[in-house]
């Protein structure tokens, strides 16, 4: 089993930058995608961005050129760099992994992580 523990949302500006860390323990070698998602109030929990562990990367169309993803396989962590963050950019950010358990594919939550931007 993977456990997520999420660390890095907060307060930011409009314009400004945050960056969030997911770290990953237990199981970590069998760890096939790491990724973040994100949910506002009264809205569905949408995908932000991913990265397998080939370091194949994915992003939203609203993010792509301003957040970055990336992995520390070190370290069992994945990062999202978020740049010139706007005001939709609010939400609760939820670190995501799939992987093998098994003959299965299992998917892990973190507890989520809130990040405010404000004008």
């Known amino acids: 089993q993977v456990q997520l523990v999420e660390s890095g949302g907060g307060l930011a500006q409009v314009g400004g930058s945050l960056r969030l860390s997911c770290a990953a323990s237990?199981?970590?070698?069998?760890?096939?995608?790491m990724g973040w998602y994100r949910q506002a109030p009264g809205k569905q929990r949408d995908m932000v961005a991913t990265?397998?562990?080939?370091?194949?990367?994915n992003y939203a169309d609203s993010v792509k050129g301003r957040f970055t993803i990336s992995r520390d396989y070190a370290k069992n962590t994945v990062y999202l760099q978020m740049n010139i963050l706007k005001p939709e950019d609010t939400a609760v950010y939820y670190c995501?992994?799939?992987?093998?358990?098994?003959?299965?594919?299992?998917?892990?939550w973190g507890q989520g992580t809130q990040v405010t931007v404000s004008s």
């Open positions: 237990g199981s970590a070698f069998s760890i096939l995608i």
């Open positions: 990265i397998t562990t080939g370091d194949s990367t």
């Open positions: 995501y992994v799939t992987y093998r358990r098994g003959a299965s594919n299992v998917s892990s």
